[in-house]
Structure formats: structure tokens, C-alpha cells
């Protein structure tokens, strides 16, 4: 079985994949943890939440894909499995059970911050050794700080 | 927060959303580790299985969905974050790392002889306690056996 | 004009035949009463519970036609008119004018229960008579029941 | 709660909700007439009449919405239950059980001509106070005509 | 070349691939002969059955390789070909050459009926053995039925 | 260049020149006053206000479009450059800033029935001069009505 | 066989009926006027103005199609032979043969001005007969100016 | 204005251009006499023959434009104006006013076999001096034969 | 009952008539015997083989019925029934049971190459009797050929 | 009233808010002016420059709308309103009135050229500041070259 | 490697191969000048012909692959390689370099009368060996010769 | 005829000219080979390599049409014509001829790592010398990348 190779240097494809690597599991977790809000959410305003949440899992089971296949297309194999996000993710926690609305605008907003402020550093590690991830970063940055905007909104 | 009610009985609600938060676990598991197949997949064979994968992830997450939202509906709380699934899951593990095609055939065939020798259990379990809840379990285990078949044959 | 015919016995065709007129009546007034507060409906929450209304109007009308195409199928004539429902429906009553938004979702809160409450037992009064029949009332509880969740979601 | 407002004088704004409320209860019962037509409906003619009365239902169903949602915008609280139907729909009876298809052609012819000399009416009466009300009445107007020629065509 | 396996006993299996590879035999001699009296039709009704028998192939192809795929997902191997067709099938004969609409009516009445009555004795047949077989069974058997009704009421 | 010519008398095609041209101005300035909403609207119904102010956006620019267009066919130039909307429009003025939901449904109400005021009187203007030209502004100020009433239905 | 009716006076009939057909045979020619202008065209303008005199064929076909159509409805049978166009159309006639790019546009502006005078008074003739006829009128006559605008442009 | 050229020889040109125009008045007036039926029909067969003449009108206009084009691309210029299809049309001719469906039956059959024995003459004429020209014709003579079956299928 | 009447003669109808039967139980046999091998399937290269021929039996279903349908538009009529493809079908035999990737590649070469065998016999057959069918016989051979060569390409 | 919040600092959101405020007045700007030309357009070459000028305003409408959320995204109040556009713009001025298809060639290039250096200028400005909002001004600068190039092909 | 056989005499599959391997070159080099002239043309009539030669490049891409897919259903290996086409192409050559709009227009239509004058050599050279692939080469003429017509329409 | 012009000085014009060429070519040529490779493979393997193939034909021509149009939207004239890119491509060749799977393969890793090395020297150049054309070549890189993964994963 002949590994995938690529044309970074073995420095720049350690940088590249670890920040997409990082990345991939803030947007897997992200569309879990959207998910649970989505379905436990309770409160006068659980229509709009609940199907802005599902815009914010559209977009992140979408880009969580592009994130992985770039991982693979430069050499470097994604790690997607549950378990490794469990113990890896660094996306703030929810707590199990029915969840008011105002206390899901409240954690989306800390976790969407939280996955951005993140998100900013890999785009600075990846600019120099692989420009074209950078660029695939940059822009779902874009989508996850309208997205950001969009609920912090409603505070 | 008024707590979402149905006309179950406690009892019938106990049996049938423990058949639901299994399922869910599953099928979120199962979206999970096919997406991992999916990106690591190496092989003569990389082409066809890598899309025969994400039909099956594609399948899983719009079940999931409707399980979840089953589950609600009955007054029960699903629970589909990435620790409950790292921790409750029954579903077969994948090692990390490239995977060429025979072993993703093998592991996804007895994945998901594992996921539906569950499902009959939950559809043998909700018979009378709730006939809404097993209707939707019959039918994705339809979809499960189905893809069970497809994958198998290539074995 | 030869009746139409189908291979139920006569005691079947009549259990099935009372629960399909049954459905039928209250999806009908469910449509009904759906637009009614769809277009009344006053206050700060307009805009969600408008469309969502109109989500349940579309799924009371669908699931409607289903029913009666079944009861004639099976040979048994479907009565759908104003005065039927007027004198026959058991859904509970809403009044005229414009309702605020806090007492729509405590109306269809209550009419959706109460629809549900007797789908149940249609369920239960034609798994032996008809599975078929039963089938189709099994698949459009599983909706009344999701839309009763998402409506009770907003006390 | 404060009521919706308009620029219409209270006596225009009298005439006009008087004609779309009439306006309102013929349609919607032209709904339910029509499907009641569409579903026990027999003979050698059963398939091209059953597919029409479908068109007439999907006219009366939209046009019911607009006329009902122009009511609300000018102030006027429209009523669409079926009690309200029952008691003050001026269409034509329709027989319940099977009904030939002969039968529902004159039926229909009748009631959309009732229909008809009443819209008309309407348009007369609304043109000063509310020219925008009249134009909506105008529009559907053609379309009820349109299905009465199509109709009798047949006779 | 393993054979495919299912979780079914070999009981269960047995009984549960009688009854499907009956049913597909059933639906796959439907398309045929819907298809014949589509092209054979002459008469004043011509163009609305030309249509309708149309519908009732395009619901047969479907229907028969949902049933075949789920013979192949139990491990049974469905038998569609034509000599086993001619040979196994017990739905009615048609008579060659230009064909009456009247007799067309008659003809897929009768068919509709001897399918439709072999369809409830295999949905009974497999309710313990295998419900997720059964369960798509029965939905299409309301299929059957509906189509039965249609083509009768224009005796 | 020739003009483009009409066959409208000079004083009609004055009359209906004025009125489309004004029709211009307020569409033009509601498209830019309701994107200046939707993007600086904060509260907690964000998302519903956000979403319906798109929905006016899309209306006023279709709108004014038809407007601008029928202005050209009748040999009237119509002028919607930002620095005629500047001086002429008399749509009331919007604050820079971020702004409350609450206070975004209060100033939509008033600059819709501001609108609405100068349109019902472009319609009795036009009446004569131009039937055609007032078949248009009656249509669109039946699009503008429905969205007053939508928008106050939230005070 | 029996004649259409309509809640018509035989007098209202009369005028509308000779309004509606004088616009039919003006689409109809302008619908065969303008696919020969299509084929023959010639000039550097030949792409641009072959697509246009498309656009105005589709319109005119569409619009002749609801003018007959409503002739129908109101109990008067339309006449759109060939012989009929060819005797009693007013329709400025287009000579044989190949045809330059800027006598399309001279020819194509005359035309349209041509049927846009004669429907003016169509819908001065209409208005107190039937408004629901000089409705479509009116719709249709905007049509035709603003293609009469978009080829005049040209010159 | 330089004519359009074509690489057939000029004798060629003639017998295919004849062949081609002669088809285009053919298409033409059945576009028009299949409209003429389609609005002027009567009878209980109404609708399915109002629908299947539309399907013939637009199988003519199509094909027209088709015949006509490939005229032009062989340097011919077909001509489709009234006039020219009032004197030159060999279709049957069909009297004016309402029209039972029986003898719309018997007048479309005659119309439709008269095209198709002179489209088959061209057919032939064409298959020497152009192959493409007689592919086209042969192409739209299948559907001419297959609209001529539909059609006589109901005498 | 009136036969079907086409412009051929009574010897080139005989000729033509012949071939389109052959060609309508070849494509019939094809849709069967594809359909049969798509459920049967086994081996690795089990979805891109479960893929095609899905590919092919939709084109024999499509042109089946283009070759009926043409076969009584000449006045000829097709005999599709199960028992005539059964009795009269010269397409090579596949064996019940599952059956291996590499045999089905085998097998549908040779059933391919029997039946375009066949089909070049009759293009030559009816090329005179009626170069209609024959254009519609030449169309389907390019589709079989080409699938030809996409099987038999995987030896 | 909670400000929006986001991760850049004081001083690189406030370079990043006066780019992208820029950019917002130059696009909106662009979509006002480009219909304004859309619409007074006259000459030989009306049709494709007013279809050029329709797809340039919609990619302005479309990037306006990005930009002012980036704006709101990062913190900054987008101001969009016709007074800002008429006080600040730096789009060059167009006349009211018709004008002809050679200087609205002439009149777009130098807009479009006055816009692009603008961009080019906010590219260098935003890439330290804020990588997120510069790709988003170098994508939709691309855009308008895109366009620049194909109006200035036409001078 | 087994060879792609087919049921075509050497002699004839030389014949055709020939036949298609020369009208794949001339496809594919109409593909890159069309582009060529796409995107080097400039003049007041650059987007009326840069739209043109789009559609003409779609054709020419469309039909190229279909006639190299003929080639090998015929067992004849299609070569369609840059160096192959720069050396064997008969396709006039096209200046590098922006390329005025009035010289496109000459260039064009001297490059489609080269290619139809050698199609017209292979719908002869075809007709007895291959009737299959001539019936291609005939369709694909006449799309030639209609983009012909349009080109040289504008000189 | 007036040059394209563009605000990139005359050094940076040429430096991203010449990588905006380089890229062109090698786009075009990998849609030549990949086509050539679509039709001329054989092997177990052809029906997923052949459609990947045409993934590849697919992304090569939309990246290649934009890459060309942004070279005349900076002043460069691009050139596509099959000459040069025989003489100046710098891909890999292939031979003529059919090819089995397994070289196809390995010919497409070259190929696309070949063209990959070049792309990125082409994003190092134009970063400072023009960023929106960089932009480009980051993105259609990306695609590359993501091609060579999937092509190699199969070695």
C-alpha cells in the first residue's frame, strides 16, 4: 500500500496537517454539538434556532469533508472517529438533556469563538507552507464568523 | 421549562427511547466511521467504494436525524455528543490511518451486521410499547440490510 | 354503478372504514383550523409560527387525501364536506378573530393532542382488520406527532 | 394587542371585508366539494374528471389564501372555519357516497356558475372602495370562469 | 463466492423468500402486460388509459426491484426472468393482438384483484418471520389497491 | 436618438410619468432602507426580522424594475440614481447604526404606510391617463400592503 | 350540444366577444409575422434580434392562447384559422425572403405599434362589459409596449 | 446583403427546398387548426382530447421552427405568413365554431394522414440530393405517425 | 373496432412489422435479463457492474417502447407478453442463482453482440419497406454498440 | 444592546471596517447606476449591453450583500443608505436622461476602472489586518475585471 | 488486452474508422479555435459573438466525444491528442493575438464550410459500410450546418 | 481596436501573463489526454476510471476557461490554439492506442503531479505581482490536489 504523496516538504505537511487535523475535529464536533441543541431545544424561540442550528450543521458536515480530503491530498491521513474527538476536541462542553433557548444562543456563541479564535491561528501557521489549505481555512473562517455574528445577534 | 409530553405510558416511553437513543448512537457512529472509511480508503477499488460510503453516510445521518426527533417527540432527551458516542457506542472499532479497500469491506460488513442484529432487537422491543417508533426502525433497518447486502457482495 | 369492491370482509371494511373517516374528519378540520390561525395570528413571534402553521396545513391536507383515497379503495365512501366536519369533528374549537401568538401555540397544542389522543386508537382498532390501513395511520402520527413536539417545544 | 390598520376608510373597509369573507367561504367549500367529488367520484369518465377536479382544488385552495391574507391586510379578521362554512356557504349541496360521473359534471356546473354570479357581484361592489381588492377578485374570477367552460364543456 | 447473509433463521428465511420471490413475479408479469394493453388499447378512452396503465407500470417496475433487492438482502436469490415469468406467474392471461378499452378495464381489474389477493396472503405469511419484508409489502399493496380502485371505478 | 414614443397624449404620459417616477424613488429607497435593516438588526428575533426584510428587498426590487421598465415604454426616463433617491425620496429616514428588532418592526411600519399612502393615490391618478400603468401600481401595492400587514401583525 | 353560457348580457357578449377575437387574430399574426422575421433575418444584429423576436413569439403565442380561452369561457367560439388571419388581420404586412437587420426593426416597431393601438381601444371597449376580460387585456397590452419600447430602442 | 450559401448543388437546393417548405405550411397550419380544435371542442370527451391536441401543437411548432431553420442553413427562405399559408396549405380544412369531440376524432385523423402522405413524398425526394434534410423529415414524420395512431385509436 | 391504418403497403408493413416484434422481445429479454443480473451479482467489481446495468436496462425499457409504439403506429401490433418473450426471445440464457462479476461481463457480451446481430439484419430488412423504422432501429443500434463495447471492454 | 464582538484587534477592525465600507458604497452604487442605464439605454446595440448591464448589477447586488455582513461579522455597522451612497460614493456621475449604447460603454469602463483601483487599493490594505476579509475583496475583484475586460472589448 | 471487436468487415471498419477519426479532429480543433476566438475577440459586437461561439464550442465538444465513442464501439482506437490534432487537422488556421469581431465572423465561417465540405465526403463514404455511424455523422452535419447558417447570417 | 488594459504594471503584466499561460495549457492539454484516456482504456477497472476521467475533462476545461479569461482581463491575449499547445505543453505524453487500466493510472499520477509542480512555482510568482490572479491558481491547485489523491489512491 503506497502512501498518498505530495509536493510539501515533510516540515510543511507536519504544519499543514496537524492545522487540518485540528480543524477537522472543531467542525465534527461542531456539527454534533449543533445537532443535540437542535433536537433538545426548548423555549418561545425554537423555530428559527432550530433550523439556524441546522445551517450551522449544514456548513460544518460540508466543510468538515473538505478539510479531510485536503488532510489526505497532501499525505497526511484525518482522524475523524469518535473516540478522538472525545478526547481531542476542544470545543466547549453542552450538557446532556433539554436546553432553553437562551442558553443555546449563549454556548453557540462561546463555541463558535471558540472554534474561530482557533481557526485564525491556523490560517496564520499554514501561509507559508501550503497556501492553497490556508486558503480552503480562510474561507470557511468566512462562514463560521457570519455564522458567529448571526447568533451572537440575538443575545 | 414544561417538559415535552406524549401520550406513552412511562413504562412504554422507558422501552421505546432506550431503543431510540440506541439507535441513535449507532447510526451517528456509523456516519462517523464512514466518513473515516471514506476519506482513508486506498485501493484498486478506492473509486466505486469511496461513493458506496457516503450513500451509506448520507443514509445514516438523515436516520439519525428522524431518530433523534422521534425521540423528542415521545418526552425523551436524545443524546448524540461526541463523548456519549465515544463511551456508549457498540459499534466495531477502525483503526486510525490509511485502510486499503478488502479490510474496509470487511470492517463495514460486520459494522453494520452489528448495528442491524441491534435494530432487530429495538424492532422486536418497541412492538407494542410504541407502533409509531418501530415503523421507523423497520424501515431504516430495510435501508441498513440493504446496504449490509451491497457491501458484502464484494467480498 | 357497481360499488367498488375489495377483498375485506365486511366486519374489516367496517372497523377500517370508521377509522379512516375519523382521520379523515380531523385532518380536514386540522387544515382548516390551521389556516384559520395562520392568518389571525397576532404578536411578536408572527413570523415562525406563521410558516409553521402552514407546515402542519400542508402535511393536514396531504396525509387527508391519503386517507380518503384509502377508504374508498377498501370501498368505503369518504365524507369530506363542510357540514360533516362541522357536525362531526372532535377537534377542539378556536375562536374568531385575531388570537395572539401565546394562545396559538396553546390551541394547537391541545388540537394536535386531541387528534393524536384518537389516531392512537385507530391504530390500535385496525392492526388486525386492515394492516394496510393501519400502515398509513401509523406514518401520519409519526407527523402529527413531530409537529406536536415542535408546536409544545414553544410554551 | 393592537389591531392591524389601513389606509381604507371604515366604510370601505366594510364593503370590501364583507365581499372577501363571501369571497373566502366560496372557495374554501369549492375546496372541499371538489375533493369530496374527486374522491368518490365513478364511471367510464372517472380519470380526466378525477385529474380536473384536482385543478380546481389547487385553484380554489390558493386563491382562498390570497383572498383570505387580503382580508387581514386591509383590517378585516377573515373566518374560515367549518362551522362558519356550513352555516353560511351559499354553494350547492353535494349528496354524500359514490357519485356518477355525469352527476359531478352538472353538479359542478352549478356550483361554479353560483360561485361566479357571485364573484361578480363582488367586483361591482368593491371597485370604488378598494380597487386593489377588486383587481385580486378580477384575477380569480377569470380562473373560475375558465374551470366553468371546461367544465360544461362536457355536459 | 460466499454466499450473502442475513440474520433471519433458515425458517424464517425460507418463508420470507417464498414470498417475496412470489410478489416479484407478480409485479414484474404487471409491468408486462401493462405495457401490452398500453400499446394494444383501441377506443373512445383510449388516451386516459394509454396514461393510467402507464402509472401502473411505472409503480410496478419500482415496486419489483425494491422486492428483489430485498430477496438479495435476506440471502435468497430473486428469479425475474422471462421463462420463469411464463412459467410461475398466476396472474391473469391477456389475449394478443388490439384490445377494446372496455375489456382492458375488466382485464386489469381482474389482474389488479388475483395480485392484490396473493399480496395479503404474503403480508400475513411474513409478519413473524421477517417484519421489515412484510412492512414494504404492505406498502405496496396499498399501491395495488389504489390502482385497483381507480381502474374499477370506470367499470 | 429618437425618442421613445408612446401612444399616450403628452398630458397623460406627464400624470404617468410623475407617478411611476415616484413609484421609483420609494421602491428603490425601500430596497436600500431594508438591507440597511437587514444587516444592522440586533435582538433576539433576529433571525425571523432578518429573513422577512429579504423578503421585501426581493419584492422592491422586482418591483421597481417593472416600474423603471413601464416609465421607457411610455417615453418617460426614469432616474433612480443615488443621488435622486437622495433628494427626493420621501421614505422616512433610518438611523446608522445597529438597531433594535423592536424599533426595526416600528420604523418598517411607518415607511410601508408611507409608501402605501403615495401609491393608492398614484393609482387614482393614473386611473385614466393610463390604465395600464395603474394595473401595475395596483398589483404591487397589493405586494406592499401584505408586507404592512405581516410586519405590524409583530408590534 | 349544448352552447357554452356565461352570466354575460347578449350585449357585453357581443362587444367582448368582438374584442377578444380582434386580439387573437393579432397575436396569432404576430406570433407568424415574427417567426418569419426569426428565420430570415440578416445583418451583424442578426444573434441579438434573432433572439428578441423569439422572446416576442413565445409572449404573443402564450397571450393568444388566453384571449381564445377566454373567448370560450364567456360563450364565444374564437376563430384562429389561417384563412381567417390571412382575410381579417390588420397586421402590417412583411414581404418575402431574406430581410436586413434594421428593416426587422423598422417593420417589427410599425407592427407593435399597430396591435398596441387597436388593444387600447379593446380596452376602452371592455370596461364596463367585462372587466374580467379587460383585465387580461390590459396585462397583455403591457407586454406588448414594453417589447414596442425594447425594439424601438433600436432605431 | 449576401445570401446565405450552402455547399448543395443548385438543383439540389430546389428539390430539397421545395421539399422543406412545403413541410413547414404543413406544421404551421396544423399548429394552427390543432389550437382552433383545442379551444372549440365540446363534448364529454373534452379533456383528454383538449390535452392531446395541445401535445400535437407543440410537436408542430417545434418541428416547424426545425424545417424552417434547416431551410435557411441551405440557403432557402421558407416562408410562414398567413397569407401564404391560407393560398399554398394542402391540410383539410375545419369549419368554424364549436366542434364535438367525435368529429374532431374524424377531422384530426384526415388532417394527420394528409400531412404524412406528403411528408413521406418528401422523404424520398430528399434522400438523394440531402441526406440531412431527409434525416430531419424522417425523424418528425415518426412523431407525425404516432400522434396519427393516438388519434385514431379513439374513432 | 377499426384496425389501425398506416400509408405502408400490406407486403412492406409485413417486413416491417417483423422486424420491430424481433427488436421489441430482444429489448424486452434485455430489460428481464438485466435486471436479473443487477440483483444477482456478486464479486468485487459488484457496483460499478450493479451500475451499468441499470444504464442498460433503462435504454432497453426506453426503445422498447419506442419500437411498440412504432410497431402499432404502422398497424402492426406488439406482442410483449411473458410467455411470447419466453417462447420466441433468441436472446442467450442466464443461469438462476448469484452469479460472478467476471460471468456476468461474459454473459452480457454475448447477449449484447447476439442481439445487435439481429438488429443490422433488420436496419438492412426495412430500409426500403420504411426507412422510418429503420432511422428509429439505426438509433437503437448506436445505444447497444456502444454498451457493447463498455462491457466488453472489462474482459 | 450587547455589541458585536469579534477577534481583531481595535486597530486592524477598523482598516478592515473603512475597506469594507468602501467597498460597499462602491457596489451599491454600481447596482444603482447600472440599472439606471439598463433602463435609459438606447441604439443599435441595446439588447446585449442591457442584459450585460443586468448581469453586472446582479453580481454588485450579491457582493454588496457579502461585504456589508463581513462588515457586521468583524463588528462594524455597515451603512448602505441612498444618502451615505449620494454624500460619499467616488462612483463617477452619470446624466439622467436616455443615453446611448457608445457612451454607456464608455461611461461603464471608467466606472468600472474608478472601482477596481479602489479594490486593489482595500486588497493591500486589508491582507495584515484581516486574511478573511481580503479574500473575500480579491474574489469580487475578480469579478470586476471580469467585467471591465468584456465592456472595454466593446469600445 | 482483448481488442474491442464489432460485427463491421475489416473493410468497413477501415472505412468508417477513417471516416471518424477525421471528424473527431475536425471536432476537437473547432473546440480550441472556438475558445480561441472567445476569448481573443474584441469589437462593439463582442457579447452577442462571444455567447455564440460558446454555443458552437458546446456542440463541438458534445459531438466529439460521441464520435470517439463510435470509433471504439466499432473496435477503431480514437486519437485525439494535442500533437495529433496539430498535425493532422485540416481546420483553417486562426492568428494568435485579440482578433477583431468582423474577421471572427469571416474566420468562422470559413472554418464550419471546411468541415461541413469533408462531413458531407463521410455521410457518403459511410452510407454502405456503416449506416450507424453515418446517421451520427448526419445529425452532427446538420447542427454544423444550422451554426453556419447563423454566422454567415452577420457578414 | 483599442488593447485591454488593466492597473497591473507592465512587470507584473508580464510576470502573471506568463503563469496564466503556463496554467492554460496544461489545463488544456490534461482535458485533450484525459478525453483521449475516456475513450481508449480497457481493463477490469473501465467503468470507474472512465467516469473519473471525465470528473477530471470536466474540472480541466472550467478551470481552463477561467484561467484564459483572466489573462484578457489583465491585457494578456491567451492562446489555446492546438499548435501550441503541441509545441509548448510540457505534460506527459501518451501513446496512442488502447490502454489498460493500470498504466492509465499510473499516466494520470504523473500527469497531474506535473502539472501540480508547476502550479505551485505559478503561486509563488504572482503573489506579489497580482494576488487576484494568485487567488485563482490557489483554487483550481486545490482541485488538482484533490484529483492526484484519488488518482493515486488506486496505484
Given at each position: 500500500?503506497a502512501p498518498i504523496?505530495?509536493?510539501?516538504t515533510?516540515?510543511?505537511?507536519k504544519?499543514?496537517?496537524e492545522?487540518l487535523?485540528?480543524?477537522?475535529l ?10 443535540q441543541?437542535h433536537?433538545?431545544?426548548?423555549g ?12 450551522i ?5 460540508k ?6 480530503e485536503r488532510?489526505?491530498?497532501?499525505g497526511?491521513?484525518p482522524?475523524?472517529?469518535a473516540?478522538?474527538?472525545?478526547n481531542?476536541?476542544?470545543v ?6 433539554p ?6 444562543i449563549?454556548?453557540m456563541?462561546?463555541?463558535l469563538?471558540?472554534i474561530?479564535?482557533r481557526m485564525?491561528k491556523?490560517?496564520?501557521a499554514?501561509?507559508?507552507p501550503?497556501?492553497v489549505s490556508q ?8 462562514d463560521?464568523e457570519k ?5 451572537q445577534?440575538?443575545?
Amino acid at each position: 500500500m503506497a502512501p498518498i504523496t505530495s509536493l510539501l516538504t515533510a516540515e510543511n505537511k507536519k504544519i499543514t496537517g496537524e492545522a487540518l487535523q485540528g480543524a477537522l475535529l472543531d467542525l465534527l464536533d461542531l456539527s454534533l454539538v449543533g445537532k443535540q441543541a437542535h433536537w433538545n431545544l426548548t423555549g418561545r424561540f425554537f423555530r428559527p434556532i432550530h433550523l439556524q442550528l441546522d445551517d450551522i450543521v449544514k456548513m460544518a458536515r460540508k466543510t468538515a469533508d473538505l478539510v479531510a480530503e485536503r488532510a489526505v491530498a497532501i499525505g497526511v491521513s484525518p482522524d475523524g472517529r469518535a473516540t478522538t474527538i472525545a478526547n481531542d476536541s476542544q470545543v466547549p462542553h453542552l450538557d446532556a438533556g433539554p436546553i432553553e433557548d437562551g442558553k443555546v444562543i449563549a454556548a453557540m456563541t462561546d463555541i463558535l469563538e471558540s472554534i474561530i479564535r482557533r481557526m485564525r491561528k491556523r490560517i496564520d501557521a499554514t501561509e507559508r507552507p501550503d497556501p492553497v489549505s490556508q486558503d480552503l481555512l480562510i474561507g470557511l473562517t468566512r462562514d463560521l464568523e457570519k455564522h458567529h455574528w448571526m447568533i451572537q445577534a440575538q443575545r
